[in-house]
């Protein structure tokens, strides 16, 4: 069964109003038993389908699907002037991986899916990325010489996310080091940068997004942590949440911005912003990963390293994961 058949399905059923099972199946020249398997592949991608027996199926949320060309016209004119080319894909295996082997001459390029079937996270984990409801962006970079600070850019990339995240009306995003976004202490958003090149040589970078938009728990799965979504996290507050593609749109916006200012200006603009965002300051947490212990979170260095103050003494976290412990 083919992507494109099930696509054609997804679409006939976007507005979210429920469609006969009946009507469906003739439109498509299938059987009912067909139109089921079809029914279940969807929800295999992680699409919530209710069916009613006998009344036909209805999408739980209407669905939006991203357009390259709508998001492209939608970018602000100082992003336009960067010349990013933008691509949507349904389902890929993941927009990282996708832009790793893409045509470095072609940079900036973002892409977009609307799935991933095998998302990555940090550190060798999955990221959850069912169908219509998440932002999966990639945006690979060529920077024309290699940053100086490049270990900065993770924590650049963080700050630019919570700008997006505060024009759409949620500025108490907090940043947990080195650039996981968080509200209402879960997560929202994670970050993979994936660099190439060699020290003294050209630089391309892969910055891979993965924002939750409108998971529900349902979608969720494996995924381990406590997390939320945008929509959650704005609903608590009465505050209302753009379309998908305003949100894309705001995402990659502030992305491409900082990659160029980040190409300019290293990390200084950014590193006001980060600390004022900075979840674990002064916070007792746990390391692990790399170097394993506790200690006092004391903020960051020059090279976006975790300062940890262990026994009295300065110790500087460059990778791993670190957890708030009780005080
Ligand atoms: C994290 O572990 O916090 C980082 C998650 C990054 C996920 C995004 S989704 C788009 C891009 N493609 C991937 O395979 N991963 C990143």
Request: glycine share 12%.
């Given at each position: ?36 398997k079809r029914?279940?592949?969807?929800r295999?991608?992680g ?18 699907r ?44 973002a ?17 959850v ?22 270990t ?39 970050v ?5 090149g ?8 892969v ?18 942590q ?46 006001t ?10 916070r ?32 500087v976290?460059?990778?791993?994961d670190?957890s708030v412990?009780?005080?």
């Amino acid at each position: 069964m083919s992507d494109a058949v099930l696509l054609q399905l997804l679409d006939a059923l976007a507005d979210g109003e429920r469609h006969s099972g009946e009507l469906l199946a003739g439109r498509f020249g299938i059987s009912r038993a067909a139109l089921g398997k079809r029914i279940d592949k969807l929800r295999d991608w992680g699409v919530m389908l209710d069916a009613q027996p006998g009344v036909g199926y209805q999408l739980r949320e209407p669905l939006q699907r991203l357009s390259a060309a709508g998001i492209a016209a939608a970018l602000p004119a100082a992003v336009r002037a960067l010349a990013v080319s933008v691509s949507v894909e349904p389902r890929i295996d993941s927009t990282n991986s996708r832009l790793l082997e893409a045509d470095p001459a072609q940079d900036p390029q973002a892409l977009f899916a609307e799935s991933q079937t095998a998302g990555r996270g940090r550190r060798g984990r999955d990221w959850v990325s069912p169908f219509g409801s998440n932002l999966y962006l990639s945006l690979a970079w060529s920077f024309p010489a290699w940053p100086a600070r490049l270990t900065t850019l993770p924590l650049a990339v963080a700050v630019a996310l919570a700008r997006a995240l505060a024009t759409l009306g949620l500025p108490e995003v907090g940043i947990k080091w080195p650039n996981d976004l968080h509200v209402d202490g879960r997560k929202l958003a994670g970050v993979l940068i994936e660099p190439r090149g060699e020290a003294g040589g050209s630089c391309r970078v892969v910055v891979g997004v993965g924002l939750n938009v409108g998971m529900q728990v349902a979608q969720a799965g494996t995924v381990s942590q406590p997390w939320t979504s945008l929509a959650a996290a704005l609903a608590m507050r009465g505050r209302h949440l753009a379309s998908r593609e305003a949100v894309a749109v705001a995402v990659l916006g502030e992305l491409a911005l900082a990659l160029r200012h980040f190409q300019d200006h290293g990390f200084t603009p950014f590193a006001t912003e980060w600390r004022s965002r900075d979840l674990l300051r002064d916070r007792r947490v746990r390391f692990e990963g790399g170097e394993v212990g506790d200690g006092i979170a004391r903020g960051i260095d020059s090279d976006g390293g975790l300062v940890v103050e262990v026994a009295g003494e300065r110790r500087v976290i460059h990778a791993g994961d670190v957890s708030v412990r009780p005080q």
